[in-house]
């Protein structure tokens, strides 16, 4: 029973620390730094965890991160996983189950992407507002267990408002901009094609990307505030005349990845 899986994975964690977080945070590719910010860290890596899945794309480091940064008890994943790596949408959001049975309350997304906007450039943060998802699936599809949340979720703030003032009230403070703005769920591995961007501009996105919107609907699903932070590192096919690549997409994450981890810490130590 899906349930007994997530509980047993949960309960492993648990055993290993006396550390009870109230803050998760997933670390998208390249974002992995923010961890160097916490303090009394302890590290699980995915393998020794029963049940959980196990990251294989290059940037991910595959580690449960449990520490401090300020007051604020977390736990952080360096590395999530992809549809496009053959999870199911299940899988996908599995580590979102298992932060609702350690007591999480509250959840930071963050994501590397490429900009729809032409306002946007690489390297800029955009806080999430809404999403749009592209795939047709749905991580909630299947059977419903009442323990984890009802039948019929809404989604009418997927993004905490509060959450979002938190991090205005931040960014402002120390002297970062962000943009704010609409997230496109596209399923990769590929990167969009020039008409798919040209089809997702005019349904109101301003960047796409390959993850976030599982781990989102999951946690307002478990009754969580979600915050979401994008890093521009592209712009999408057709916008800028160059050819993608994940290697590239790495480097300006790691570039811009100083300044998205000072505006979470900022958030967390001010929470």
Known sequence: MFYNKVKESADFILSKTAQRPKIGVILGSGLGGLVDFMENKEIIPYSDIPNFPQS?????????????????????????FHYYEGFTMKEVAYPVYVMKLLGVENIIVTNACGAINDTFKPGDLMIIEDYINMWGNNPLIGPNDERFGVRFPDM???????????????????????????????????????AE?????????????MSTVPETITANYLGMKVFGLSCITNMATGIAKVKHSHEDVLRIANESSEKLCNLVKEMLINW
């Open 56 to 80: 294989t794309v290059k940037g991910h480091a595959g580690n449960m991160v449990l520490g401090t940064i300020g007051s604020q008890s977390i736990i952080a994943m360096q590395g999530r």
């Open 197 to 209: 961007i040209r089809a997702y501009k005019i349904l109101g996105a301003d960047v796409a990307g």
């Open 156 to 194: 009418s703030e997927p993004y905490s408002k509060e959450l979002i003032g938190k991090a205005l009230s931040a960014s402002e403070k120390i002297g970062i901009e962000c943009k704010k703005g609409v997230y496109a769920l596209f399923s990769g591995p590929c990167f969009e094609t020039a």
